[in-house]
């Protein structure tokens, strides 16, 4: 298998890809440390800002990570036929507190669509949930034409 062709996604094509997706990996890290969890999104094309319900424990690592306010990649990809695409958004996570929603982000978090099924080992209540948005300082696309041929 070859590389047949790479080419980087313009920003339509970022925005189409991502409306169209709602999972990806969410990565974070704190000083030599990785932490990367499956996660749905909301995508405001607009404002190209991501927004996700991130549930943990309060002792759990990803609460660790998650207050320490670490630097975020997150990672969508897919793969259709010979094309690969990805894309990746760098920045901070920012916490946003409830009261401070306004009516368009509510719309994005309900975009964020989670598991059809759920299985905690804690009971509901003992349960974080929390509302992000990552703001990328970056965003790139790419798309890749594979040759399986060769």
Do not use: C
Not at 58 to 73: A, G, I, N, V
């Amino acid at each position: 298998m070859a590389i047949d062709q790479e080419t980087e996604m313009t920003d339509a094509e970022i925005d189409d890809f991502l409306s169209r997706h709602e999972t990806g990996v969410l990565s974070l890290a704190r000083d030599n440390e990785p932490y990367s969890i499956p996660i749905s999104y909301g995508y405001d094309e607009e404002n190209q800002d991501f927004y996700m319900r991130l549930v943990s424990t309060p002792d759990s690592e990803k609460r660790e990570f998650l207050d320490s306010t670490p630097e975020s990649r997150l990672v969508i990809y897919d793969e259709s036929g010979s094309t690969y695409r990805s894309v990746i958004g760098k920045g901070t996570l920012e916490n946003i507190a409830p009261g401070e929603l306004t009516p368009d982000q509510i719309a994005q978090y309900g975009d964020a669509r989670r598991p059809l099924f759920e299985i905690w080992a804690q009971g509901k209540d003992e349960l974080d949930i929390e509302l992000y948005r990552l703001s990328p300082e970056t965003l790139e696309g790419r798309r890749t034409v594979v040759d399986r041929e060769k």
